[in-house]
T-cell receptor, first 112, second 114 residues
Framework: GQQLNQSPQSMFIQEGEDVSMNCTSS?????WLWYKQDPGEGPVLLIA?????ELTSNGRLTAQFGITRKDSFLNISASIPSDVGIYFC????????????FGTGTSLTVIP | SAVISQKPSRDICQRGTSLTIQCQVD?????MFWYRQQPGQSLTLIAT?????????ESGFVIDKFPISRPNLTFSTLTVSNMSPEDSSIYLC???????????FGSGTRLTVV
């Protein structure tokens, strides 16, 4: 199946810094999702994007659906220790039977 | 969005045995999805479970190894059969909660095969 390239693979940042991560695909997607997974838990949906160019915020998190429909971006502003976790992007295309393909994940560590 | 209860949350199993994982949803859903997350890896779809029909398996996954049941619109099971250490992973069930909610995941089953 398809795999989305997510970068960076890991990040170590100071508390209060902003974070940016992105996800790219060789295929066009119709939906992009961003998830966060805490240790020992299943992924939890952060933001859903449904239209090219769409910019959506959820508190300190902002995500964008790329104009080319082949990428998406997630930004976290003023990071705090509880932002620690693994962030996954997921993309869905009508051509793939509505299946969601997941990115390789970005591991975020916030240093107090 | 839907609330999913998955159990067991973790188990340690002997090689050659089988484990059945249960997934209960608090609302009726058409499709339920089973994912595998190998250590340090992303999520890979195993199969899609539709009520009233056989599950649809992704490339690399077969029914004999991962039989799935879907007896009604709120429940599904995944069995990991004849386990080997390579099956040690987190197994997650998921449902489509509709537009605006994306896919909702259970908390996962952490399986260790020794």
């Amino acid at each position: 199946g398809q795999q989305l390239n997510q970068s960076p693979q890991s990040m170590f940042i100071q508390e209060g810094e902003d974070v940016s991560m992105n996800c790219t695909s060789s295929s066009i997607f119709n939906t992009w999702l961003w998830y966060k997974q805490d240790p020992g838990e299943g992924p939890v949906l952060l933001i859903a994007l449904y239209k090219a160019g769409e910019l959506t915020s959820n508190g300190r998190l902002t995500a964008q659906f790329g104009i080319t429909r082949k990428d998406s971006f997630l930004n976290i502003s003023a990071s705090i220790p509880s932002d620690v976790g693994i962030y996954f992007c997921a993309g869905q295309s009508w051509n793939t039977g509505n299946q969601f393909y997941f990115g390789t994940g970005t591991s975020l560590t916030v240093i107090p | 969005s839907a609330v999913i209860s998955q159990k067991p949350s973790r188990d340690i199993c002997q090689r050659g045995t089988s484990l059945t994982i249960q997934c209960q949803v608090d609302s009726q859903v058409t499709m339920m999805f089973w994912y595998r997350q190998q250590p340090g890896q992303s999520l890979t779809l195993i199969a899609t479970a539709n009520q009233g029909s056989e599950a649809t398996y992704e490339s690399g996954f077969v029914i004999d190894k991962f039989p799935i049941s879907r007896p009604n619109l709120t429940f599904s099971t995944l069995t990991v059969s004849n386990m080997s250490p390579e099956d040690s992973s987190i197994y997650l069930c998921s449902v489509d909660s509709g537009q605006g909610y994306g896919y909702t995941f259970g908390s996962g089953t952490r399986l260790t095969v020794v």
